[in-house]
């Protein structure tokens, strides 16, 4: 098998800036707020643990195929299917890649331009005192012009890093912005752990109830494990794309994982004990957490240290700009090098036109909060039903496939030639690796598939 390439897509220097770049489009807001609530509603230490064996044993062979297909193609998520598999239908996989990086920008910009008024509030002093937090955020999610305007800096921060290339624009930034949210989850989760009360939260997070392990909780750790590594939408193939020969994929995607885990698992050592130190606040589902609970909780539990507590909540919402800026990036990325491998695009053009495109669909998202939060379909806004396909149908749909094509149609030769570097690494966990690809995998993405659509 041939592998495709074009001198002028770029690589990404350095490992560090493949190991960065790649954590960067995993790490995202569902690991700032979607895990803990997971953890919340499924036992605690129990959930954390089922939910690590599903990365290594689930996600991380997912992962690993699509870096793999990425780098042997040279090509975006499209051409990828071109190159790997010519002629063959399983090219609308790409396609469902192309569309769920789409609707997923749109809606995810809405929610980050969000996080970019609240840092703003934080930092001048109003997310303190004693107010209706459920009130502030809905006041302003359903204003019609407030939130298009944090959207649109949002959106235009990604296109002006996108448009420097792979090396100069998102290799840099990703290592710059990836190092920056770590230590300010470092920071954040030392002093959460300071708070009175915080022993509780820690326990919670720290002591395992097996007795909680339910079927439920599994399936939950398993369709976690998948949506924040972002496997299946193309992103991780189209920055494999732009890997070196030298690069090692299998410890790279290991890598990738446990920087995604850990900055998970963090962001509960700073939310839980912060909850846990305010007397009947529980955690509560997406937004709900950020933007309601949240602040509530900064308020009551820094009342009689007000600077500290503008200073910890404002870090707290740039922590989460940066964890979605940084997923973003790589979401921008799939449709520009769509766009630039597939019609000789110029780099600038073709994200132009990915921009403009996120602008008007995230317009729609927006307003479905606002004047146009009565207009749904099957009781779903536009917001809901982006978050839906991309979600509940693209993901796993291009998760299952990926894995099948990679373990079972694609020449064992050339995938093997890929993960050993042409037999220059040893191969001692190939044969593991061919399993889970091959079984493993595809049989867990299917059953999580099935699960959210019957949920």
Not at 163 to 168: I, S
Not at 354 to 379: E, R
Request: proline share 4%; net charge positive; aromatic share 14%.
């Amino acid at each position: 098998m041939v592998s495709h390439s074009s001198n002028n897509r770029g690589n990404f220097a350095t490992r560090l800036g493949v190991i960065l770049a790649s954590a960067g489009s995993a790490v995202g807001l569902g690991n700032i707020w979607r895990f803990p609530t997971e953890v919340g509603n499924n036992g605690g230490a129990a959930f954390i643990l089922v939910y690590f064996g599903f990365v290594l044993f689930l996600a991380l062979p997912v992962m690993v195929c699509e870096f793999l297909m990425g780098r042997a193609s040279r090509s975006n998520t499209v051409g990828a299917w071109k190159v790997l598999a010519p002629g063959s239908p399983l090219i609308v996989v790409g396609f469902l890649g192309i569309l769920a990086g789409v609707l997923i920008l749109s809606f995810y910009s809405v929610v980050a331009g969000w996080t970019l008024d609240y840092t703003v509030l934080s930092l001048t002093c109003q997310l303190m005192g004693e107010q209706d937090f459920a009130q502030v955020f809905q006041a302003f999610v359903s204003n019609p012009w407030k939130p298009l305007v944090t959207m649109l800096l949002f959106l235009l921060v990604t296109h002006w890093i996108v448009v420097r290339g792979v090396e100069h624009g998102i290799e840099k930034y990703s290592k710059l912005m990836m190092p920056l949210l770590l230590l300010i989850i470092v920071v954040l989760a030392v002093y959460a752990m300071s708070m009175p009360g915080a022993e509780a939260g820690l326990m919670f997070l720290l002591r395992p109830d097996f007795s909680k392990v339910t079927p439920g909780v599994v399936l939950s750790a398993m369709g976690q494990a998948l949506f924040s590594l972002s496997v299946g939408l193309g992103c991780l193939t189209t920055y494999a794309s732009y890997f070196n020969k030298e690069t090692k994929l299998m410890s790279s995607a290991l890598s990738v994982c446990l920087i995604d885990t850990l900055v998970a698992v963090m962001s509960g050592f700073i939310i839980f004990p912060a909850v846990f130190s305010v007397q009947g606040v529980g955690v509560d589902a997406g937004p709900g957490l950020v933007f309601i609970t949240l602040p509530y909780v900064f308020n009551m539990a820094f009342s009689g240290m007000p600077l500290l507590g503008y200073l910890f909540s404002g870090l707290f919402y740039l922590l989460l700009i940066l964890a979605a800026l940084t997923s973003s990036i790589s979401m921008h990325e799939i449709s520009t090098a769509f766009l630039t491998d597939n019609y000789r695009m110029e780099r600038r053009r073709a994200a132009r036109i990915v921009t403009g495109a996120c602008l008007l669909l995230g317009i729609a998202c927006s307003l479905s909060f606002g004047p146009w939060k009565d207009y749904t379909l099957y009781g779903m806004t536009v917001f809901d039903w982006f978050d839906f396909v991309s979600a509940k149908f693209c993901m796993p749909i291009g998760a299952m496939f990926i894995c099948i094509f990679v373990g079972w149609v694609m020449p064992h030769s050339e995938v093997r030639a890929q993960l050993t570097n042409w037999g220059t690494l040893p191969v001692r966990l190939y044969g593991i690796f061919r399993f889970l690809a091959r079984w493993v995998a595809p049989l867990g993405v299917m059953i999580v598939f099935i699960n959210e659509l019957l949920a």
